[in-house]
Structures are given as structure tokens and as C-alpha cells.
């Protein structure tokens, strides 16, 4: 079995880059993830995982993450995007990504009500709401990031 | 290395969400694998991997799965998903995911296709086929899912 | 933590197939990496990791991957993709991908910039790059496709 995630943090970043992959990863590097191997999951917060606010991994290492971002290619633009993670008092967590063409308080309302969705299709209490958003207005090319990053 | 797979199972799911990303969610949770940490991979049957009807996986577990699924907002509109698994008699075999709008027989029948063109494409004789499908007439906001799961 | 990768090795391919999926497939045979379950990575070469001109893996093997790939189902339209691996002096290097609708060579050009790009974005130096293209002229339904497949 793949040992599974005891840690985890929530981190946004934003930039800009020559192409949409170059600005995906210089959202990456300014959210403080961009020297690790994403492996993108689908999104649970495993029982018992503790928040740290800053997860130190060594480059490189494969790192579950669940993400969202929007990138664009059109001046003016404003790109967001946000993370949110739902506590329950007794078992797992529910992840939730958003990404759109609004602000970052626009985004972190939407992914709030992403998890309480998520909590409802489960039958189980929401306890605690964790939510991190960001907003972008592109210069040439830019990408909003957010990201929950699993760790050990 | 990572580890290899040893089991694996079928599953299919659908539902209904607020957003697109929660009528994936929903069908997760109706597939039965709505509280794991799916990890996306492009798609073999490990050597030796034994079928298990039900695997009981811990919640937030990384579970590699291979998983097509279609997400629609159109009421009325049928979305559909199959997962196909081709056995050889000593070696690997091949997975693969449809998704479309279509029915669950059609879905079916295509992954089947798919299956044996897999086969052919490797020029290694499939034994056996095993194909599960679904479909979902969309309400509001509705996910079919199909997936292929890989456990320990 | 999982492990981290300390092998990689660039790989291309191209195909035909009955379906976009499976054309993908016949692109990962081509390239030697049909019989894997991908993981998809973004996309960091770790520090110290050696190139292996030929990774020896065993199928269904759990495989970080960065990949590129594009499908077109357009009978004559020229598909390609590029892998790009930048490294530095002492530390981690980085992985680009890029696919388009364009030739070799052009991929090759374009997913060079990007990498040099990746290492102006993280102020470290570029002291090497190594740069994999491949091109498909589509006859039915065809991809591209290429790939830093990180091992052990």
C-alpha cells in the first residue's frame, strides 16, 4: 500500500510565464511548490492528518496534492482560483478545488460551499472549514494556483 | 519503487452536484470510492493482480485507479462510462475508459473495442474481458463514472 | 514519504489507433512505456537522479511521468510533442512539455525556451538541457507523444 498523507497545508501562489505551462509553474514557485513532483489526487484529507503551515519537502519528492488553477492568455483578465478543506470531529476530510474568472473572494465563497456540498453527499457533520483563495489580473500570460499539499 | 499492484475491482457510479466537480464527487460516493485519494494512471493490470469484488481500502488511502468519467449540465441529457479490463493468460493486462453521450450498452461496447484494440496494438492474445458500465440521465448537474481500482 | 525517483530516461512516440485513447496507447507503446501505469508529474528532476538511456521496468509498474501528448483525428494534420530536461549544477533540474500542431523541430525550439524559462522563473542556473521531439502525420487518428519517465 502507498503510506497515506499525515500532514497537510494550504498554499496559493500566482505569476506569470512565456506560455500557459510556464505560468502554471511560476504560480507553482510563488506558492512555495514549484521544486516538488505534483501527483494530483482526488481529494481526501486523510484521518487523523494535522495542519502545518509550512511543509518542508525535499525537492523532488512526489507530493499528492489536490489543485486547482485557471490560466489566461488575455491581458486584463482576472483568473482565481481556491482550496478548501472540511473537518469532520471524528474521521476524514473533504477537498475541495475551485478555479474561475472572478476575485478571490468570489472563489473562496464558491469552494466553501463546494465542501458543505461534498459534507452533505456524505451524511457526515461538518465540523471545522479551512479555505485559502487567490485572484490574478493577467499581464500577458498568468495562472491563480491553490493547492492542498499532502505530506508526511 | 513504488509498489505494484496486486488486486484490483470494477466500479461505477453516478450522481448529482452543485457544480460539476461535486457531481464527480457524488458519483464517487455512489461508486463506493468517494473517501479515497484517487490517483490517476494510464492503465495496466499488473501481472498476477487478482479480481476482488469488494476491496476495503482506509479512508484518504492513495489508490492508483484508472477512470473515465463525463460531466454534464444539460437536464435531460444522458452521460455514460465504461471500464474495460482485458486478461491474457501470462502476462499483464490492459485497462481502458470510455465516456460519452451515449448509453451504458453502447459505452459498453465501445470500451470492449477499445480493449481488444489494446491488445492487438501489444500483439498479445486477450483471454479474457471483463467491461462494467453506467449511465445517468442529468437533472441538474450530473456525473457517470467507471473505474478500474488498484489495491494492495 | 514516497520515494523519491533517482533514475530518468527521455522517451517519444507516435501512433494510430481506433480511438483518441488508444492512439495515445499506441504512442505509449511506440515509446516503450505501453506497459506502465503512468503517474502524471509536475514536473522535477530530483537532485542527484542519473540518466539511464534504457529504464528497465517491470509492467504495471506504479511510473512517474511527465508527459506531453497531442491527438488529432484529422487525416493529414501534423501532431508533435517535447519533453525538455534542464539541469543545474547542484541541484534539482526541471522538466518541460510541451505538443502542438507543429513539427519537430519546432517542439524541440519551443520546449527549450520553456525549460530556460523554468530556470530564469527560479534564479538558478542553466548548466545543461537535453531536448526529445517527435512529429505524426496523422492518417485516421493519431498522437504524439513524449516523455521524462523518472524510476529507482
Known sequence: MLPVPSKFTLVV???EG???L????????DAGIGNLNLI??????PP?????????IPPGTLTPTAYGYLTSSR????????????????TYGV???????????????????????GFRARGITLKDLL???IDHRVEKIGCALAAAVLGY
Request: glycine share 12%; charged share 25%.
Open 75 to 90: 491581458p486584463g483578465e482576472v483568473v482565481a482560483a481556491a482550496i478548501g478543506v472540511g473537518f469532520s470531529s471524528d
Open 40 to 45: 494530483r489526487v482526488s481529494s481526501i484529507l
Open 131 to 133: 479555505v485559502l483563495g
Open 22 to 29: 510556464n505560468a502554471f509553474d511560476a504560480a507553482l514557485i
Open 95 to 117: 477537498i475541495m478545488e475551485y478555479e474561475g474568472f472572478c476575485t478571490k473572494a468570489e472563489a473562496e465563497t464558491r469552494v466553501r460551499a463546494m465542501v458543505e456540498d
Open 13 to 15: 501562489g500566482h505569476g
Open 18 to 20: 512565456s506560455t500557459p
Open 48 to 56: 487523523g492528518a494535522r495542519f502545518f503551515p509550512e511543509l518542508r
